[in-house]
């Protein structure tokens, strides 16, 4: 079975090399086989049909309306490696003449080479239509072969990378909640977490989301210029870890003061942890820079509202991040 297997990817790719006309009285290695035009077009069909479940897969991918993506996604990748198992075990089978040895074979000499070569001319006796199916399969495999690098786009842009630092916050846009419920500063609990989210904004965006916490005033060591960003002690924060863009879910109130001195904000996925109370400063684990804080203020009705963007970029760590700010 794989000698068959590997004597068709031979003559799909490289073809059958010309030789000279068989002399009368020559011994064939193979039998002689009759063209199967209908075993060639059913390849050339899975060959088509694997192009264009192959195609599918970067659609799929770059078509975010589309419900249900990831199964998608893997349906129409799983299709085009079954249509092309299924082209070749049809070219394995009705297309390629095959011989039976009651040894195994192998190269010792030059007779034997010459003899390997006759196989492989004589093996593709049936096809007709050979430049037709070389470029059937390698439309297949070249469509394949970007279906497979498809998710290397999920590292990030390459070319045009300012869509990382865009975010729906500016000043005056309303924090609500999953609801659509304004915050009202009076609402916010000391040792309570709140999550947050821009009013009339798309909240799938990875700078949608923030938490909310209030602290005693006498709590905050936020930096100088940072001083009005948090009315009556309330501090908001991007949900986003800045370690591998992992969502903020745990707050950890002070329990054990010798090693838990201070409130924090905790990342459940790679622990890691940052003091809400200093302007999102890391005090353990793998995350490389302070969480983004959103400023603050508090309107006439009472209401949470954003007075600016974000502090810094949000998101993972990738590389250069350091050197840009959050967009609105």
């Not at 068989?22 to 060959?47: C, K, M, S, T």
């Not at 709140?194 to 602290?215: C, I, K, N, S």
């Not at 203020?297 to 998101?315: C, M, Q, T």
């Amino acid at each position: 079975m794989v000698k068959r297997w590997l004597i068709a990817l031979v003559v799909l790719v490289l073809g059958r090399r010309r030789r000279a006309p068989q002399l009368d009285g020559e011994e064939r290695i193979v039998p002689p086989g009759a063209p199967d035009r209908r075993a060639e077009n059913l390849v050339l069909l899975l060959f088509g049909c694997a192009t264009l479940a192959a195609v599918a897969v970067p659609v799929v991918y770059a078509w975010d309306a589309i419900p249900s993506q990831t199964q998608f996604l893997g349906l129409a990748l799983g299709l085009a490696f079954a249509f092309v198992s299924a082209a070749c075990i049809v070219i394995a089978k009705r297309l390629v003449v095959t011989e039976k040895l009651e040894e195994d074979y192998g190269l010792t000499n030059p007779d034997d080479e010459a003899a390997l070569d006759q196989l492989v001319e004589e093996g593709g006796d049936r096809f007709t239509r050979k430049r037709l199916l070389i470029v059937a399969g390698a439309g297949a495999g070249t469509a394949l072969g970007a279906a497979l690098l498809t998710p290397a786009a999920s590292l990030g842009p390459v070319l045009d990378v300012s869509s990382l630092y865009l975010t729906p916050w500016r000043r005056g846009v309303r924090l609500v909640d999953e609801a659509g419920h304004a915050f009202r500063a009076e609402q916010i609990e000391l040792e309570t977490f709140y999550t947050a989210y821009p009013e009339f904004a798309d909240r799938e965006q990875m700078g949608a989301p923030v938490v909310v916490v209030r602290l005693e005033p006498a709590q905050l060591r936020l930096p100088g210029e940072r001083r009005s960003w948090a009315p009556d002690g309330i501090v908001a924060y991007s949900k986003i870890c800045t370690h591998a863009g992992c969502a903020i879910s745990l707050y950890r109130k002070p329990t054990f003061p010798p090693v838990q001195p201070r409130p924090a904000l905790v990342c459940p996925c790679h622990y890691s942890t940052f003091d809400v109370g200093s302007g999102g400063d890391v005090l353990f684990g793998p995350a490389g820079r302070a969480l983004p804080q959103l400023p603050l203020a508090v309107d006439n009705a009472g209401e949470l509202r954003a007075a600016g963007n974000f502090s810094g970029p949000v998101g993972p760590s990738w590389w250069g991040v350091r050197r840009h700010g959050s967009r609105s």
